[in-house]
């Protein structure tokens, strides 16, 4: 059975938040000649986050497939396969910023980023070490999901503020 994992909500919804406050002023703000370039773009650029933030996993009982958009695959992320038998380990290295990420490493040589900000998370665990036979109690989300909630809090509060500000 084929298993779909999509990108967790709180990502997408900080990233485009984020994108919304910073951006939502820029054609109120410029001049008369350059409004509606500037509305083409955010346009623009509102399509392209939500289509990078759309990559998704999938795993079946032979294999684990990463998915990419062609927006994603042109600004460099690859699709990528493996099958379950072909994974040796997973092994994790240090961020900079004191969490770990994680690799699926393949008995070629081959390191693959083990997705870690992806809906039903404990399940895609479960199918993982199911599959491949390897521990997996020490991963987790590469970064506690309050700062995502808390970045979507605060870029709305942003959009709500500007709101005012452009009304009043």
Do not use: H
């Amino acid at each position: 059975m084929i298993e779909k994992f999509k990108t967790l909500f709180f990502v997408k919804s900080s990233l485009i938040t984020l994108y919304l406050a910073l951006t939502i002023p820029l054609p109120f703000i410029s001049i008369e000649k350059l409004k509606i370039p500037s509305i083409i773009i955010f346009v623009l650029g509102l399509y392209l986050i939500i289509n990078i933030t759309s990559d998704y996993v999938e795993t079946c009982s032979n294999k684990i497939s990463y998915k990419s958009s062609f927006i994603s695959q042109f600004l460099g992320k690859k699709n990528w396969e493996i099958s379950w038998k072909d994974i040796k380990l997973i092994k994790s290295l240090p961020t900079s910023q004191g969490s770990k990420v994680y690799y699926f490493n393949t008995f070629n040589g081959d390191n693959f980023l083990v997705p870690q900000r992806v809906e039903k998370f404990e399940k895609f665990l479960l199918i993982v070490s199911t599959n491949s036979g390897i521990d997996i109690k020490e991963i987790s989300y590469i970064s506690p999901l309050w700062t995502y909630k808390l970045l979507t809090l605060l870029s709305v509060l942003m959009i709500i503020t500007e709101l005012f500000a452009f009304l009043n």
